[in-house]
């Protein structure tokens, strides 16, 4: 890692910690298994996990959690989201305010560049979806036209077999006409 990334990440990971404890007195969350509680804790995970650069270790650490409580929380995000009210609510306020607070942290720079070569390439995977369709489609073609000569094959060996049949046929009668 770069100086500057370690730096970041540690920026990150304050900032976090510092609005989580904002968070806490707001909401008054504590750390118990009340479904409230556990909605707020996984919401906070899983936005940290989207909006930050910290891995999953350094997220869990910030509420004082294993690493595979990052990974649940990350895992029943889209259930929750269907089916808990509180979990939504707390998502949506956590996901606004993270994004907006990190955002500051971007390096546009780098963003715009990534954003650039990123539709260079979504362009080139354009074209070669385009030209593989082109090539499936000949390719579908050709294995028609393969297929319909190979009837023809078929009909002309039996047409010669026929022929075959008749001219031995016209031998035996020319054979016992000269003899």
Do not use: P
């Not at 990971?13 to 707001?26: G, H, P, S």
């Not at 050709?142 to 077999?161: N, P, T, V, Y």
């Amino acid at each position: 890692m770069k100086k500057i990334e370690i730096v970041g990440a540690i920026s990150q990971k304050e900032q976090l910690k510092e609005y989580w404890v904002d968070l806490c007195d707001q909401e008054k969350i504590i750390d118990n298994r009340y479904q409230r509680n556990v909605m707020y804790k996984h919401a906070f995970l899983v936005v940290c996990r989207e909006v930050s650069t910290l891995g999953i270790t350094s997220i869990g650490e910030i509420i004082g959690k294993h690493h595979a409580t990052v990974l649940h929380a990350c895992k029943n995000h889209e259930s929750n989201m269907k089916f808990s009210s509180i979990y939504r609510q707390a998502y949506t306020r956590i996901a606004s305010t993270l994004s907006d607070m990190l955002l500051a942290d971007l390096n546009f720079e780098e963003y715009y560049g990534l954003r650039d070569e990123n539709k260079k390439l979504r362009n080139r995977l354009m074209g070669m979806s385009k030209r593989s369709r082109e090539l499936i489609s000949s390719k579908v073609a050709a294995d028609q036209r393969a297929l319909g000569a190979e009837a023809q094959i078929s009909s002309l060996k039996a047409q010669i077999q026929e022929r075959d049949v008749r001219i031995s046929a016209l031998n035996k009668k020319i054979a016992s006409i000269v003899w």
